[in-house]
């Protein structure tokens, strides 16, 4: 393992933030301490640690936090150089995955989270959010097929920026296409990252980051549970 002199990482083994964290930790052999946050109160070393925003991740180095997923990745691909690269070397390559890597945040996750955690309550709304996720995969597939040069991943024969954005989602994809009957990585309409979602999960980087299926259903299984009590007891108050 590389020298990562004291490194621990603030988080939750569900969120895919965390997880972004987690493969390039593991993809630069780094050794850290991770602390589990608990969901319903927040410890003092994370308030602390992340004042502004007041959530995971938080990546704490030599007793210096860093927030913001893909920050921390850039930082952790920038500080250990020595090991594998994870963000492309030429600056238009780099800016392009940025941007891919910034869609995903602002265009995939959403949906994925509105499915996945119930916050779509209505039919009309989660088929609404599964629409957006294969119209957003669908930019993906061509995407792929533009920046991968015919390879494994995005980042070419090793998992890179890009890879880490999209396959920390994995584990709630699994989840939305359990619960809904659905295929969103399909072997038809997406066969690129049908491949890449399989050989992702096969790599050593992603093993012990992205929980399994049972687990995670388990745990949607309850947040979604705890959120309809909460309306519930807002509808009682109203």
């Not at 949906?111 to 119930?118: N, P």
Request: include cysteine; proline fraction near 5%.
């Amino acid at each position: 393992m590389a020298t990562s002199d004291n490194v621990k990482l603030l988080g939750g083994w569900m969120s895919p933030f965390v997880i972004r964290v987690r493969i390039a930790l593991n993809i630069k052999a780094i050794k850290y301490e991770f602390v589990e946050e608990n969901m319903g109160a927040k410890s003092e070393l994370l308030l602390k640690s992340n004042p502004v925003h007041k959530q995971i991740p938080v990546m704490i180095h030599n007793d210096n936090p860093i927030c913001e997923s893909l920050i921390i990745v850039e930082y952790i691909d920038e500080f250990w150089s020595s090991g594998p690269q994870i963000l492309p070397s030429d600056p238009y390559d780099r800016a392009i995955a940025r941007f891919w890597a910034a869609y995903i945040d602002d265009k995939f996750f959403p949906s994925m989270r509105a499915v996945g955690l119930g916050t779509a309550q209505t039919d009309e709304a989660i088929n609404a959010a599964i629409h957006q996720l294969q119209e957003c995969l669908a930019l993906l597939e061509d995407a792929f097929k533009k920046i991968s040069n015919g390879k494994k991943f995005f980042g070419g024969d090793n998992i890179g920026y890009l890879d880490i954005a999209l396959g920390c989602n994995l584990g709630w994809v699994r989840v939305i296409e359990n619960v809904n009957n659905v295929k969103l990585f399909d072997e038809e309409k997406t066969p690129c990252l049908f491949k890449w979602t399989k050989d992702i999960c096969e790599d050593p980087a992603t093993k012990d980051a992205i929980p399994e299926t049972e687990k995670m259903l388990e745990y949607a299984k309850m947040i979604v549970a705890w959120m309809r009590g909460l309306v519930d007891k807002l509808v009682m108050i109203d």
